[in-house]
């Protein structure tokens, strides 16, 4: 231990050694990021001057906009800078402020999103109590608690980060840093760090996971006892957009951090990263704003489209 060299820089993977292929991708990372942040940018102003869509639904979506459009600026700019400068070293402290937002904005998209099913639960289940019940008052306590409890995860494991010593290799296979890779450069003991990994995330994960899945069970029972096709109908049209954005978060999650690397998958494994960093915040506001006719209109209105 006393022979090695503590880390200053970690050097993540390069996508290609390409001159044309980094090209491409840097144009096509580019043009991505910016209708990220447009698109969403768009939908929290719509959501901001329409009064039509100052409902406890809209407000939701304008924060997971929000979100989006904050998530995909903790690493989009850092590897559109790697792609144009082919540097792909970055230090330390960067490192684990990028480990820290980067937990910190996924663990608020799941709280959020367990609160916009139980909107959804309200809204179909309890119809006739859903604007007592989903009071402003209670609508901003739950986007509150949304971001200040999302807080404490990316502290916990960063602070237990500090009792790590990185002394090389440096490389990490991802575009980005992330805490399972950083791991594995460390030259101490990581238990305590996998196992408050485990204990944290897992209970982090069962109860989103739940209090996301779970109203939909109730609505499911609920819009079945629907007598007309056209009532069905219209009951899950409201649930569609967050079912899809919640599956392709959930997906995107579950391949990126619970099925181990191979050779054989680390292309794939790559090809996940990219869609849940660079696609999933692009394509939120796009699978609301396509399916949605409110929003459609107040984008109309806003452009004066007849």
Partial sequence: ??????????????????????????????????????????IILLVVTCAHLHT?????????????????????????F????????????????????VIYFGSSELFLLSSMSYDRYVAICHPLHYSQVMSWGMCTQMVSLVWFSALLTPSIFTLCLRRLTFCGPNFIQNIFCDLPHLLKISCTDIFIN???????????????????????VRIFSTV????????????????TSHLTVVFIFYASI???YFIPNTNNLLTLNQVATI????????????????????????LQKALHIH
């Fill in 275 to 298: 869609i849940y960093t660079l696609i999933t915040p692009l394509l939120n506001p796009l699978i609301y704003s396509l399916r949605n006719k409110d929003l459609k209109a107040a």
């Fill in 254 to 256: 579950t391949f990126i």
């Fill in 224 to 239: 079945l006892k629907i007598r007309t096709s056209d009532g069905k109908r219209k009951a899950f049209s409201t649930c």
């Fill in 82 to 101: 790697d792609l144009s400068t082919q540097d792909w070293s970055i230090s330390f402290p960067e490192c684990i402020m990028q480990i820290f937002f």
């Fill in 1 to 42: 231990m006393k022979n090695q060299t503590v880390i200053t820089s970690v050097l993540l993977m390069s996508l290609s050694d390409d001159q044309k292929i980094i090209y491409v991708l840097f144009t096509a990372f580019l043009l991505i990021y910016l209708m990220t942040f447009l698109t969403n940018f768009l």
């Fill in 194 to 216: 996998l196992l408050v990994f485990f204990i944290v995330g897992g209970f982090l994960g069962t109860v989103t996971f739940f209090t996301t899945f779970y109203p939909y």
């Fill in 56 to 80: 406890p639904m809209y407000f939701f979506l304008g924060n997971l906009a929000f979100l989006d459009m904050s998530y995909s600026s903790v690493s989009a700019p850092r590897i559109l």
